[in-house]
């Protein structure tokens, strides 16, 4: 398998090269840190045919059986769009803002992000034990270490819960994390020009009304510990 990215014309960065990620290494850093996925799918037939773009949680191994690695998403096996997402190529984009950068001019504002793109056609997860694998990695990369303090996933719960897994090979990312880019001219017209970082920062758990008395693991703690230790 390649260690750069972008290995077809569907996923070569166009526009903003100099910020393109070449070191496929970077995109599976970053797939470690970020939580929310958007698949976008076409839907409906003929005259009806339209895109959705969904927001969902993700799980990935790099080990998995398909080319790349594996990207993992789940949902409801009664989803519309799921027969729909197995019919043809997709496109998963998963984004993590760091900052707002405010320039002299509205032309030059932007933002500082890590953002991935993975083209292909996915696959329905029917092996029973790797379709539970993949779920485990899904609650995983939202607490790391939670799926293990659970109680085992029932057969009605499996049966009613699809997992599709697109291969990792066909992806490129994009990171932005500088300053603003002014035009000469603006820069001596008194304009405050700057970053404004952004940080996903988690808060002390909140105990749910009915599990009183049942302090949270130390999965729980640790991860909203990590998310406060982010901005120290």
């Given at each position: 398998?390649s260690t750069?990215?972008?290995?077809?014309?569907?996923?070569q960065v166009?526009?903003?090269?100099?910020?393109?990620?070449?070191d496929?290494?970077?995109?599976h850093?970053?797939?470690g840190e970020a939580?929310?996925?958007h698949?976008?799918?076409?839907?409906?037939?003929?005259?009806?045919a339209?895109?959705?773009?969904?927001?969902t949680?993700y799980g990935f191994?790099?080990?998995?059986p398909?080319a790349?690695?594996?990207?993992?998403?789940h949902?409801?096996?009664?989803?519309g769009w799921l027969?729909?997402?197995?019919?043809?190529?997709?496109?998963?984009t998963?984004?993590?803002?760091d900052?707002?950068v405010?320039?002299?001019?509205?032309?030059?504002?932007s933002?500082?992000?890590?953002?991935a793109?993975?083209?292909?056609?996915?696959?329905?997860v029917?092996?029973?034990?790797e379709r539970?694998?993949?779920?485990?990695?899904?609650v995983?990369?939202m607490?790391p270490g939670?799926?293990?303090t659970l109680?085992?996933?029932t057969?009605k719960e499996?049966?009613?819960?699809?997992?599709i897994a697109l291969?990792l090979?066909?992806?490129?990312m994009?990171?932005?994390?500088?300053?603003?880019?002014?035009?000469?001219?603006?820069?001596?017209?008194?304009?405050?020009?700057g970053?404004?970082?952004?940080?996903?920062?988690?808060?002390?758990p909140?105990?749910?009304?009915?599990?009183?008395?049942a302090?949270?693991?130390?999965?729980v703690?640790?991860?909203?510990?990590?998310g406060?230790?982010?901005?120290s």
């Amino acid at each position: 398998m390649s260690t750069t990215l972008s290995p077809t014309p569907r996923t070569q960065v166009s526009r903003g090269k100099n910020r393109a990620v070449t070191d496929r290494e970077r995109l599976h850093t970053f797939l470690g840190e970020a939580l929310v996925a958007h698949l976008g799918i076409i839907v409906g037939s003929g005259g009806d045919a339209h895109p959705v773009v969904l927001p969902t949680a993700y799980g990935f191994d790099l080990d998995g059986p398909d080319a790349g690695g594996s990207l993992y998403l789940h949902g409801s096996v009664a989803a519309g769009w799921l027969a729909r997402a197995l019919e043809r190529d997709v496109c998963v984009t998963i984004t993590e803002l760091d900052g707002l950068v405010a320039a002299r001019s509205g032309f030059h504002h932007s933002m500082n992000y890590r953002s991935a793109v993975v083209i292909g056609r996915p696959r329905l997860v029917e092996d029973s034990g790797e379709r539970e694998h993949a779920l485990a990695l899904v609650v995983d990369q939202m607490i790391p270490g939670r799926w293990a303090t659970l109680r085992p996933a029932t057969r009605k719960e499996l049966a009613a819960t699809a997992v599709i897994a697109l291969p990792l090979a066909e992806a490129s990312m994009k990171a932005r994390a500088e300053g603003p880019v002014d035009d000469p001219a603006d820069i001596d017209s008194g304009t405050w020009a700057g970053v404004i970082p952004i940080h996903r920062v988690a808060a002390a758990p909140v105990t749910a009304d009915d599990a009183e008395g049942a302090p949270p693991e130390d999965v729980v703690r640790r991860a909203a510990q990590l998310g406060a230790e982010a901005i120290s």
